[in-house]
């Protein structure tokens, strides 16, 4: 027992490193927690690409607050070195399937373009600080080769958030920040080079009044840096060459960032104006078609307040054409998600399978009536059903204003027309009328939708029938009569039915014993001329006989011939 016990303890020490390693966390790159990763990585860039600029180009920025540079330096470092352990973290998908193996995850990083910026971006050249001093910045330039990481976040959260367009806008706002605060950077530190108040051009002398603050230096070099890229004027010329080179890289720099910008926002406002078209139906065509077809004035003033009622709630109508790009199950949970609650309310879908109310939930049509619409009239012939979501309808007499009952969200009319319930005295007849008193939201139900999604549930559907006719009863508009006359009719039809499937079967076996009975005879036949031509391929054909007997008469001659020959000379050999 002791060496059983050694083996399984010597067995299970190499395989317990291998276990505490499985145990390591592994981040899937489309979850939250690498999502909020990224979006904390978004401070230490952008600490370096604003801050560290600014304090190459204003010494005296990176002279007064030195502690507080190096603590910010070196956290944002801590962060870049985080990073690349998430990095070997996280895991990829192949195949679709997320690989969570840590060695394929480490070999796939490695031999990446971005593990080599990682690493040169943590190059330590601020070592170079011991020998040159701690005030030159630049010396951190490497770690602005993370920025795509920034680009990676920023490509996360516009595709997570619920204002894509916003974030677009305000990421383009950021950009044009960080140029001109780029620029005007530059601007501060060329205008050291070529010296303070040398001409009008560069910054004023530091020695006159306000002009030697760090805020009055920054803010006036950024104000004039946004009059140089937005090619607003009003700027002092240039007297140098150097000048001359700025301003000429800043127009153009300015002519590009003006053609990003009008393209960026003339895409943000092409994208708005497509989902508006998309989630709200276009009516302007609807306009148009009004005016040439010259409807009155009174019914257009009620489609154009349709079309605003919809616009101003936020109402959609074709929800089927939003979703249509989804997987079928994925856009049946979303449809479950939304509409469930409201169709588990209809009582004749109560108790009924899962499965059948998420076929039921995506037939469903979202329709909007306006005040005073007539959803239906009494004696209409009823194709669907309706599911009250919002407003209040009314149950009106034939005059159209006497009401005999008002029914709010959540209630149901009509379910009754789109069922064959055997017996139902009114058919398939509208037995009321229905008003919208204001501006309602209902849910339509196609009988032809219902039944195609019932003929894969047959179990439901009998279900519902013995709902519907318990409702029939209640309301005293179930015929028994008709119902036992129905049935019976559909009983001998099914029985005559069956009759003729019963002859069709046996004229189908006698057909099958006629077809096997011929094929068998064709069979004989082919077998026995088969034979035939064996045979008489042994009989000699008459033009070989003719052949035969031209070969043996010459044959003949030849012999008495030599009999004569010999005969003659017999003698004389004797």
Not at 82 to 104: C, Y
Request: net charge negative; hydrophobic share 40%.
């Amino acid at each position: 027992m002791s060496k059983d016990n050694k083996v399984k303890t010597t067995e299970s020490s190499p395989s317990a490193p291998s276990k505490a390693r499985k145990r390591l966390p592994v981040l899937d790159p489309s979850g939250d927690y690498y999502y909020w990763w990224l979006n904390t990585m978004v401070f230490p860039v952008m600490y370096n690409l604003i801050i560290v600029v600014c304090r190459a180009c204003f010494p005296d920025l990176q002279h007064s607050y030195l502690v507080a540079w190096f603590v910010l330096d070196y956290t944002s470092d801590l962060l870049y070195l985080l990073d690349i352990g998430v990095r070997f973290h996280t895991g990829f998908l192949e195949q679709g399937i997320l690989v969570v193996d840590k060695g394929m995850i480490a070999s796939r990083y490695v031999r990446t373009w971005s593990f080599l910026l990682d690493l040169a971006s943590l190059v330590p050249t601020d070592a170079a600080y011991v020998r040159l001093g701690p005030h030159i910045p630049t010396l951190r330039l490497n770690r602005f080769l993370r920025v795509p990481r920034l680009f990676e976040a920023f490509d996360r959260t516009e595709t997570r958030t619920a204002y894509p367009n916003a974030f677009r806008i305000a990421k383009l706002m950021l950009y044009i920040f960080v140029v001109i605060h780029w620029n005007s950077c530059l601007y501060f530190a060329l205008s050291r080079y070529l010296g303070f108040g040398r001409d009008a051009w560069v910054y004023p002398d530091p020695a006159q009044p306000g002009f030697e603050r760090l805020r009055r230096q920054y803010l006036y070099s950024f104000y004039f840096s946004t009059l140089i890229l937005t090619t607003v004027g009003d700027t002092p010329l240039p007297a140098r060459e150097e000048e001359y080179l700025f301003m000429v890289g800043d127009f153009l720099l300015a002519v590009m960032g003006f053609a990003t910008i009008m393209g960026s926002m003339s895409s943000v406002i092409y994208n708005m104006n497509t989902a508006d078209a998309a989630f709200y139906p276009d009516h302007a065509l609807v306009k148009k078609y009004m005016k040439l077809q010259r409807v009155n004035r009174r019914l257009e003033r009620r489609v154009i307040d349709w079309y605003q009622h919809l616009q101003i709630n936020k109402k959609m109508t074709n929800e089927v054409a939003i979703l249509q790009h989804l997987p079928e199950r994925l856009r049946a949970e979303v449809a479950v998600s939304v509409h469930l609650s409201t169709l588990s309310r209809v009582q004749i879908f109560q108790n009924c399978e899962a499965s059948l109310l998420e076929e039921l939930v995506l037939k469903l049509q979202p329709q909007t009536y306006s005040p005073g619409e007539y959803v239906c009239r009494k004696g209409d012939i009823g194709r669907e059903m309706y599911i009250i979501r919002e407003g209040q309808l009314a149950v009106v007499a034939d005059d159209g204003v006497t009401q005999y009952a008002v029914l709010g969200a959540g209630l149901y009319f009509g379910e009754i027309s789109i069922i064959n319930i055997k017996g139902n005295m009114s058919g398939n007849r509208r037995t009321a009328n229905i008003k919208s008193l204001g501006y309602s939201d209902l849910f339509c139900l196609s009988k032809e939708d219902l039944r195609e999604v019932l003929s894969e549930y047959p179990q439901a559907q009998a279900v519902m029938e013995e709902k519907g006719r318990e409702i029939l009863l209640k309301m005293n508009k179930l015929d028994v009569n008709a119902e036992a006359a129905e049935i019976a009719l559909q009983e001998a039809t099914e029985s005559r039915l069956k009759g003729l499937d019963q002859q069709l079967d046996d004229l189908q076996t006698k057909f099958a014993r006629l077809l096997a009975e011929l094929e068998s005879s064709a069979l004989k036949i082919a077998y026995r001329i088969e034979r035939l031509e064996w045979q008489t391929r042994e009989w000699p054909m008459p033009e070989d006989m003719a052949e035969a007997d031209d070969e043996a008469e010459p044959g003949e001659g030849t012999s008495k011939d030599g009999e004569e020959k010999a005969g003659q000379e017999g003698p004389s050999g004797i």
